[in-house]
């Protein structure tokens, strides 16, 4: 079992000053796919120095009010100094569309030999590849081919316009390891975070046959890191236990400022748990009491 006992004491500080904002949240995943042209990178602070770059959906970075992504809490645990964390997750996106979208080429284009880059996808990677007209605000037209197989299908996407061809989350997910690669840059895939779903006292895992797995499949055939941040966060939810972890979530996935530094942390022993240990000197003192996660 995972032992995060540091999680505890500023859980009980923060939760009694949580707002209730259910009336002003809105759920992130029913955002119509922005305008790829108003995409903007973000400056990193220090072009000197190394940079650590997240790419991923709204678990990792949210606008929603009363909502937090735990990518936006994850920078307080790296010395500044010594390396750059720059956050370009974006909600409402999957493994495809963050590629199809433009804002991969921007990362890539930003990519340094010696950065490393943490890929996150999956939540969304279930809507419908393409959807029937007419277009509406619940169009998604974002999914991907379940599995990390080589399938593909052709399709006129509804959003776009564009014919395009569609593959799996696996084939998107290798794709991102490969550039990463290329650029003489280290990838690092994570898990999707979990839901706030439990059946028989335990947390449902995004496995068998789902994209927690697809994730690690895509790391073991490439060769690339992987850290289970669904089985990370899962044990320390289920340390809690069901009725002590509501106030971590704004909905049923999406996560509070509080669960949001609840993710972050939970990352952070998932990293302290690579071997070699790639981000030793780059930590701050805010992260000197989190342990490393042993599976």
Not at 11 to 19: F, I, K
């Amino acid at each position: 079992m995972i032992s995060l006992p540091c999680f505890r004491p500023w859980l009980a500080l923060l939760l009694p000053c949580l707002l209730t904002l259910a009336d002003l949240r809105a759920d992130e995943a029913q955002r119509i796919v922005e305008d790829a042209a108003k995409f903007k990178l973000n400056v990193k602070a220090n072009p000197a120095l190394p940079t650590l770059y997240l790419v991923g959906d709204s678990t990792m970075k949210v606008g929603t009010p009363g909502q937090r992504g735990w990518g936006d809490e994850l920078a307080r645990f790296f010395d500044p100094t010594k390396i750059n964390v720059v956050n370009q997750a974006i909600g409402g996106r999957s493994s495809r569309t963050y590629q199809t979208e433009g804002r991969w080429a921007a990362v890539l284009a930003a990519l340094r030999p010696g950065d490393f880059v943490i890929v996150q996808f999956g939540h969304n990677d279930s809507s419908p590849v393409n959807e029937d007209p007419p277009v509406t605000a619940k169009t998604r037209a974002r999914g991907t081919i379940r599995g990390v197989g080589e399938e593909s299908r052709e399709v006129d996407n509804i959003l776009t316009g564009k014919h395009e061809i569609v593959y799996s989350f696996g084939r998107y997910m290798r794709r991102y390891v490969e550039d990463i690669r290329a650029r003489q840059a280290t990838p690092i895939v994570l898990s999707l975070v979990p839901r706030n779903a439990w059946k028989d006292g335990k947390v449902v895992r995004s496995r068998p046959n789902n994209y927690g797995e697809w994730a690690r499949l895509v790391s073991e055939s490439t060769g690339a890191t992987f850290i289970d941040h669904n089985e990370i966060i899962a044990r320390e939810m289920e340390n809690l236990g069901a009725d002590q972890v509501g106030p971590l979530f704004a909905d049923n996935l999406h996560a509070t400022p509080a669960g949001a530094l609840f993710n972050a942390r939970a990352a952070v022993a998932g990293i302290k748990s690579l071997p070699g240990a790639p981000f030793a000197a780059y930590f701050s003192a805010e992260a000197a009491d989190i342990p490393a996660f042993v599976p």
